[in-house]
């Protein structure tokens, strides 16, 4: 597979551009996983050898936000993450018995999901706090549902975060760097047990792309404390449009 250098710098290009996009807003599954399937990964096998590949960086973006570290709606940070490990737990098997040609036809949608979240959670959030009071059964439950979804698939899981917590929590999105990114990497840790029990980890391609998050994770910290809320939304609502369009591209042309 690494025979030809480009496919390398390829793999480590997508690796640190996905570390440091988990690092900023998330959404680094945007970059890592169609790198993998350009390079003839099966999608299933390309989402699992993503989520792994990220996992350093995500881990290293957690670290450098550590100091940053409070509560949700009254939910300490180790209830939140006790509830995502379970649900990485849960999504990541679910992963492991979806047939692959059934993941190619979801991937799409699920991107889709995400990029409405994106667009629609702030204004949503606005329009829900001037009616209702959301309390922490509600929390909990979001949490859960995230906890599966970033074991199942990942891709968008920091953006959806973002876009709830800012829903439940009247959160800012500077705000939820830190617990955002910690979540993620939790999500990743729990699915990492279970892809790589069922051996769907290609570890030709994972070396060389989690070198390169690990890098840009650390790089996306140091951008994420630089640069404005709108500059982060617009970079990744752009990366998500295109990798969105070509995954519909892919799954029904």
């Given at each position: 597979m690494f025979a030809d250098p480009a496919t390398l710098l390829l793999a480590i290009a997508a690796g640190?551009?996905?570390g440091a996009m988990n690092g900023l807003a998330g959404g680094g599954t945007f970059a890592t996983l169609?790198?993998?399937i350009a390079m003839g990964l099966p999608a299933n096998i390309a989402n699992?050898?993503?989520?792994?590949?990220l996992l350093p960086g995500a881990a290293a973006s957690a670290?450098?936000?550590?100091?940053?570290?409070?509560p949700v709606a009254g939910l300490s940070v180790l209830v939140l993450a006790?509830?995502?490990?379970?649900g990485g737990l849960g999504g990541s098997l679910l992963l492991?018995?979806?047939?692959?040609?059934?993941?190619d036809v979801l991937i799409p949608w699920?991107?889709?999901f995400a990029l409405v979240v994106m667009l629609c959670g702030k204004r949503a959030a606005d329009w829900l706090h001037a009616r209702v009071t959301i309390g922490r059964p509600t929390l909990v439950t979001a949490q859960s549902i995230l906890g599966i979804y970033g074991g199942y698939f990942g891709g968008g899981v920091g953006l959806i975060t973002t876009a709830l917590y800012g829903l439940l929590a009247n959160m800012h999105p500077r705000e939820l760097f830190a617990i955002r990114t910690l979540m993620l990497c939790i999500a990743n840790f729990a699915a990492a047990f279970v892809f790589i029990g069922f051996a769907m980890v290609d570890w030709r391609a994972c070396v060389p792309m989690l070198a390169g998050s690990i890098l840009?994770?650390?790089?996306?910290?140091g951008i994420g404390k630089r640069l404005s809320a709108g500059q982060v939304r617009v970079w990744t609502l752009l990366v998500t449009c295109g990798t969105t369009i070509t995954f519909f591209v892919r799954a029904y042309r």
């Amino acid at each position: 597979m690494f025979a030809d250098p480009a496919t390398l710098l390829l793999a480590i290009a997508a690796g640190f551009v996905g570390g440091a996009m988990n690092g900023l807003a998330g959404g680094g599954t945007f970059a890592t996983l169609p790198a993998l399937i350009a390079m003839g990964l099966p999608a299933n096998i390309a989402n699992a050898t993503s989520n792994l590949a990220l996992l350093p960086g995500a881990a290293a973006s957690a670290w450098g936000f550590r100091r940053e570290l409070a509560p949700v709606a009254g939910l300490s940070v180790l209830v939140l993450a006790a509830i995502t490990f379970v649900g990485g737990l849960g999504g990541s098997l679910l992963l492991v018995w979806t047939p692959t040609d059934t993941f190619d036809v979801l991937i799409p949608w699920l991107l889709l999901f995400a990029l409405v979240v994106m667009l629609c959670g702030k204004r949503a959030a606005d329009w829900l706090h001037a009616r209702v009071t959301i309390g922490r059964p509600t929390l909990v439950t979001a949490q859960s549902i995230l906890g599966i979804y970033g074991g199942y698939f990942g891709g968008g899981v920091g953006l959806i975060t973002t876009a709830l917590y800012g829903l439940l929590a009247n959160m800012h999105p500077r705000e939820l760097f830190a617990i955002r990114t910690l979540m993620l990497c939790i999500a990743n840790f729990a699915a990492a047990f279970v892809f790589i029990g069922f051996a769907m980890v290609d570890w030709r391609a994972c070396v060389p792309m989690l070198a390169g998050s690990i890098l840009g994770g650390w790089a996306g910290v140091g951008i994420g404390k630089r640069l404005s809320a709108g500059q982060v939304r617009v970079w990744t609502l752009l990366v998500t449009c295109g990798t969105t369009i070509t995954f519909f591209v892919r799954a029904y042309r």
